[in-house]
């Protein structure tokens, strides 16, 4: 039987805008749902050593992949916008170029079929780190059109894109489908005794709330990972013997609304770490290839001096 263990980590003393200046290239920000570079490098570190792998399902634009590689891990990720999978591998050279030590390769393909996409990598995988998307209504950058002398707000950076194939894009049942059916490929990716460590929190649509958290839960174990520890990492700071609010304006107007309505509802100011391990039971081994020598050479038409690879396949 697995202990399981609760922690509190402060990953919100810096914004995630200052945390990601100068070390991701600009575009970055154009990203609608990005991990928190903090929570992702907490992670590598605690779960992994130096030279292992990092696999993210669900990459973006490549933070996971980014703080691996700056930490001396090898990373691989799956991301289903081809936008986003170059954008990931743009953010991998600019790691390399600061001295980054890990390597990366990067797969444009739909990752509900990730043992198919990544198949020499079955087995191998110390750490899968991922996030599930939340959707357009709770995505983007917000401002308050007031000052303008109109009212309302100006909504930018909200949208993955137009392909309703997306994930993003389906209600919470397609969404907690296709998450479970992620998850299941992502256990033959591990090695025994790997870890899954999944960043999640609840939500407001319309004032109720959304135990995310709960459904994501269910579904690791579903998949047949044991719980191990959730951790809490705030994403707001503490100085001076208070938090320093960093909640997004979704969920501040959602508290808003409640408290004129007379319900005490507060923003979220915290992601849930869930931390899953896979059984010790070998699924039997796959030889795994030279991975640094494979992305030379499939990254070689596309940046001859990185060491990063991306691959397109079809959805």
């Not at 995630?16 to 992670?43: D, F, N, T, W």
């Amino acid at each position: 039987m697995v202990e399981v263990t609760t922690s509190v980590w402060a990953t919100g003393q810096k914004p995630s805008r200052v945390q990601r200046k100068g070390r991701y290239v600009p575009e970055s920000m154009r990203h609608p749902g990005k991990m928190l570079p903090s929570i992702a490098a907490r992670v590598i570190e605690t779960y992994t050593r130096p030279g292992e792998l990092v696999v993210d399902p669900m990459c973006g634009i490549g933070t996971t992949l980014v703080e691996a590689a700056h930490l001396g891990r090898h990373a691989a990720g799956v991301e289903y916008e081809e936008r986003w999978a170059r954008l990931a591998v743009a953010n991998l050279g600019h790691a390399r170029k600061q001295g980054a030590a890990g390597f990366g390769q990067v797969v444009a393909g739909d990752s509900r079929h990730i043992a198919r996409l990544l198949p020499d990598l079955v087995g191998k995988a110390a750490l899968v780190l991922t996030s599930p998307p939340y959707g357009a209504a709770t995505h983007g950058h917000i401002r308050s059109t007031r000052d303008t002398g109109e009212p309302g707000v100006r909504k930018w950076n909200q949208r993955y894109s137009a392909d309703r194939a997306n994930l993003a894009h389906q209600q919470l049942p397609q969404l907690l489908d296709g998450f479970g059916r992620i998850l299941a490929g992502c256990v033959r990716l591990l090695r025994p005794g790997g870890v899954v460590a999944i960043t999640v929190r609840p939500y407001r649509v319309r004032g109720e709330l959304v135990d995310l958290p709960g459904h994501v839960h269910h579904l690791a174990e579903k998949a047949g990972l044991m719980f191990a520890d959730r951790i809490v990492c705030l994403l707001c700071g503490l100085g001076d013997g208070q938090l320093l609010n960093r909640a997004s304006f979704f969920q501040l107007h959602e508290a808003r609304k409640g408290w004129a309505r007379g319900l005490p509802i507060h923003a979220v100011a915290h992601e849930d770490l869930l931390v899953f391990r896979r059984s010790q039971i070998s699924a039997g081994s796959r030889k795994l290839k030279d991975l640094q020598q494979e992305s030379k050479g499939l990254l070689a038409e596309l940046d001859p001096g990185s060491a990063l690879a991306t691959v397109h396949e079809l959805k």
